[in-house]
T-cell receptor, first 116, second 116 residues
Framework: GAGVSQTPSNKVTEKGKYVELRCDPISGHTALYWYRQSLGQGPEFLIYFQGTGAADDSGLPNDRFFAVRPEGSVSTLKIQRTERGDSAVYLC??????????????FGPGTRLTVL | AQKITQTQPGMFVQEKEAVTLDCTYDTSDPSYGLFWYKQPSSGEMIFLIYQGSYDQQNATEGRYSLNFQKARKSANLVISASQLGDSAMYFCAMRPFTGGGNKLTFGTGTQLKVEL
């Protein structure tokens, strides 16, 4: 498909486990974003990649969270020692032409993470 | 820092009527963009409309228009001729154009229900 894809769509894990969430952006989009959406809230920014590098990781809540984008396309969000408070929907978005002010972000369907 | 306030947790509108969803924002940045997204029950965020802070005219996209009042720091979304398929969660968001701003800050959303 032509849109942003995320896998898995659902992930259930136990407290203390490690998880990886994957995002496949729209082909050719240089910017990639991760957001977290808790129940009843709007998405909250986690990290932004421009190409392979993290241009802004100010939204990562602590050092258990880490994200990579080694080839400037697919990105993986990694969460170590998961806690119940990490349960949320993790949304990925991508955008082209990062210098353009009206640059909209195209979102994927999200990964629903449940930590038991 | 940016803040988005959406004071209407839920709204009802009859089919074919117009509805206004409120959004106020707070920022110290002199230039910024305002966005509205729709999130159906499927979870995917769908971009609706964009307004730049220096745009002279209010943005319109089909049945969507943005009532931008810069002095009041409000950016209300107007949906004309509501359809059943408009039932969804609606989020207002902003992005500053200075200070390395690429991340979107979202409000808490308004749940819109269109009734027959």
């Amino acid at each position: 498909g032509a849109g942003v894809s995320q896998t898995p769509s659902n992930k259930v894990t136990e407290k203390g486990k490690y998880v990886e969430l994957r995002c496949d952006p729209i082909s050719g989009h240089t910017a990639l974003y991760w957001y977290r959406q808790s129940l009843g809230q709007g998405p909250e920014f986690l990290i932004y990649f421009q190409g392979t590098g993290a241009a802004d990781d100010s939204g990562l809540p602590n050092d258990r969270f880490f994200a990579v984008r080694p080839e400037g396309s697919v990105s993986t969000l990694k969460i170590q020692r998961t806690e119940r408070g990490d349960s949320a929907v993790y949304l990925c978005a991508s955008s082209p032409r990062p210098g353009q002010q009206s640059n909209e972000q195209f979102f994927g369907p999200g990964t629903r993470l449940t930590v038991l | 820092a940016q803040k988005i306030t959406q004071t209407q947790p839920g709204m009802f509108v009859q089919e074919k009527e117009a509805v206004t969803l409120d959004c106020t924002y707070d920022t110290s940045d002199p230039s910024y963009g305002l966005f509205w997204y729709k999130q159906p029950s499927s979870g995917e965020m769908i971009f609706l409309i964009y307004q730049g802070s220096y745009d002279q005219q209010n943005a319109t996209e089909g049945r969507y228009s943005l009532n931008f009042q810069k002095a009041r720091k409000s950016a209300n979304l107007v949906i004309s001729a509501s359809q059943l398929g408009d039932s969804a969660m609606y989020f207002c968001a902003m992005r500053p154009f200075t200070g390395g701003g690429n991340k979107l800050t979202f409000g808490t959303g308004t749940q819109l229900k269109v009734e027959l």
